[in-house]
């Protein structure tokens, strides 16, 4: 966690992923959250880009302000945008779930250089009308003394009945957590704040997930005619950022969109690479293994980055083991590629330092691929070595019982 000082409030914020060459991700989230509520999500897309995820005032660590205007949306947005120019962001995509998407449509608004694209994910934006009369009675109740008990049952109401249970008791326990000039403040202030001015100012791309009814839809594409609308399957407002399998999945595909990373099928180079293989070919390394590809489970100080290092590893396997890889299945989720593999050879040659022993060797392995533009970037293992040193003698097999 880190701190930045703007307007005599000390903000929190997280940091997560190192993805300099995309642009960065700025998660804002709604009101009674914060910043670890969005977790799950930053972790998710901190794969492919750096992520900054800011607490507001008033809501998780960060400092909470005597004077409510504090939590107003131009006041949330003046804060984000000071902790976004102290660490150099520029062009980044703004996405905000629920009140924290009025908080990015404002900052796109006023600061279009931070503005790459905006993503409001469930967003508290130009409510339905419906929606709107029932505001005043809520805000009355979170006057009151029994304000905690209001704010429990605007929590509840936000919930599909396919949500896990345990992200409501999450959002219950920080609503106890929470004060009332916070609770009551943020709505208050958002009622006054321009969302269609500020919409008609957006020229980044926008898309608008839509899981509960918070949006007027109808009204969002007449303000800004080119904005995404989509949609969610069995997630409610909690749902879709504690398990945000479909933001996720949604964001990627609008950005491959509109910032002109065309959708590719990342398994490709992976069966290339398991193709060539089995062809004993690895001079195809080089079209399918980037030449800052990082093997992470290659023994330290055997090979170099790159398809020649990743040539030394593989070939060393084949000279010492003479291992053959079939694919048992094989799994594809974003830049990040899982194949499941068994592993058949036999000791021809020193390996380790153990002289060739002939044995027969028959294991299964998970490899993890990372693939961007078509290329192999890192990768990691998880094997089944102590079935491999069994194999070779070094560890003797279990007696059996009886």
């Given at each position: 966690m880190h701190h930045f000082h703007h307007r005599g409030v000390r903000l929190a914020y997280e940091l997560h992923g190192d993805r300099p060459e995309r642009p960065a991700l700025v998660l804002l989230h709604g009101w009674c959250s914060n910043r670890a509520e969005m977790r799950p999500l930053a972790r998710a897309l901190a794969i492919g880009h750096r992520v900054l995820a800011v607490d507001a005032a008033g809501h998780g660590d960060s400092d909470v302000p005597a004077d409510v205007a504090r939590v107003a949306v131009a006041a949330q947005a003046d804060d984000v945008?000071?902790?976004c120019d102290h660490l150099g962001l520029t062009a980044a995509v703004l996405v905000g779930h629920s009140s924290g998407a009025a908080v990015a449509v404002d900052i796109a608004a006023r600061r279009p250089d931070l503005a790459a694209a905006v993503v409001a994910l469930d967003p508290m934006l130009l409510p339905p009308a419906e929606m709107l009369a029932g505001v005043g009675p809520m805000l009355e109740a979170l006057r009151s003394p029994a304000w905690r008990e209001a704010m429990r049952e605007v929590v509840a109401a936000g919930c599909a009945a396919t949500d896990d249970p345990d992200l409501l008791a999450a959002e219950l326990a920080?609503?106890?957590?929470?004060?009332?000039?916070?609770?009551?403040?943020?709505?208050?202030?958002?009622?006054?704040?321009?969302?269609?001015?500020?919409?008609?100012?957006?020229?980044?791309p926008l898309l608008v997930v839509d899981a509960t009814g918070l949006v007027d839809v109808p009204r969002v594409r007449d303000l800004v005619p080119g904005v995404t609308v989509a949609?969610?399957?069995?997630?409610?407002?909690?749902?879709?950022?504690g398990h945000p399998a479909q933001a996720v999945a949604m964001i990627e595909d609008?950005?491959?969109?509109?910032?002109?990373?065309?959708?590719?099928d990342n398994r490709g180079p992976v069966l290339a690479l398991f193709?060539?293989?089995?062809?004993?070919?690895?001079?195809r390394?080089?079209?399918?293994?980037?030449?800052?590809?990082?093997?992470?489970?290659a023994p330290p100080g055997l090979a170099a980055p790159g398809p020649a290092g990743y040539r030394v590893v593989l070939g060393t396997l084949r000279e010492a083991l003479d291992l053959r890889w079939e694919v048992l299945e094989l799994v594809g989720e974003g830049e990040r590629v899982m194949v499941h593999v068994r592993q058949r050879g036999r000791h021809v040659g020193e390996f380790l330092g153990i002289p060739p022993t002939g044995a027969e060797i028959d294991a299964e392995a998970m490899h993890v691929y990372r693939v961007e533009d078509g290329l192999l970037r890192e990768h990691r293992a998880v094997?089944?070595?102590l079935t491999l040193l069994r194999a070779l003698g070094v560890v003797p097999a279990p007696a059996l019982a009886g």
């Open positions: 945008i000071a902790v920080i609503v106890d957590r929470s004060h009332q000039h916070v609770v009551h403040g943020v709505p208050a202030a958002f009622l006054d704040w321009d969302a269609a001015a500020a919409l008609r100012r957006v020229a980044a949609g969610t399957v069995g997630v409610g407002h909690l749902q879709l950022v609008f950005l491959r969109a509109t910032l002109g990373r065309p959708p590719v193709a060539a293989l089995a062809d004993d070919d690895l001079a390394l080089d079209d399918l293994v980037a030449d800052d590809f990082v093997d992470h489970g094997r089944d070595d």
